[in-house]
């Protein structure tokens, strides 16, 4: 007995599984490394905010219903020179092939007003516009893990509010 073998449903399902959603954040004095993170499971991390950001990422992975979750700081060898060059070249490769990245707004608090976003300090990261043009679906957090703006899009790049973002920048910047 020969059986087809069914490409088209092992490549769908491979896809499904190996979906990967991307944080893109601000990094911090003692953030989480690599060489840590591949020692200890994420949820057995000792309480601080650094610990915390990473947790509360990967439970919005999770609760999402992806497998995967990637962070530059946690997912990148930085010790080897090769490895950190090779990541920041494909960098917007990576951003292009994600699922979907999760803005972590530190500093924005879940009360914040439209400009927020603007004058947030990732937006004044050299990684930004990349990052935003590079994704596909953008979801953006306050700093307590909380949609921004309370925005029930599925994708923030097309919420009216989040979408004029850039053109806001000197409204919003001139308006202080």
């Not at 088209?8 to 003692?30: A, C, D, G, P, T």
């Not at 610990?51 to 700081?73: P, R, S, Y």
Request: charged letters at 25%; aromatic letters at 16%; proline letters at 3%.
């Amino acid at each position: 007995m020969t059986r087809r073998i069914d490409y088209v449903r092992i490549k769908r399902e491979v896809r499904q599984y190996f979906r990967y959603v991307m944080l893109s954040h601000e990094w911090e004095k003692n953030e989480l490394l690599f060489q840590r993170v591949v020692q200890i499971a994420v949820y057995h991390l000792d309480k601080s905010p650094t610990h915390d950001e990473l947790q509360m990422f990967c439970k919005i992975v999770w609760d999402a219903g992806f497998n995967w979750a990637w962070g530059d700081t946690y997912c990148i060898n930085k010790s080897d020179r090769f490895v950190l060059q090779e990541a920041l070249v494909a960098m917007f490769k990576w951003y292009q092939g994600s699922t979907m990245v999760i803005v972590f707004l530190r500093g924005v608090p879940p009360s914040s007003r439209r400009c927020a976003l603007v004058k947030s300090i990732w937006n004044t990261r050299a990684w930004t516009l990349q990052e935003y043009v590079a994704s596909k679906i953008i979801h953006f957090y306050t700093e307590d893990w909380i949609l921004y703006l309370d925005l029930e899009f599925p994708n923030h790049k097309e919420s009216p509010r989040s979408s004029r973002r850039w053109s806001m920048q000197l409204e919003c910047l001139q308006s202080n």
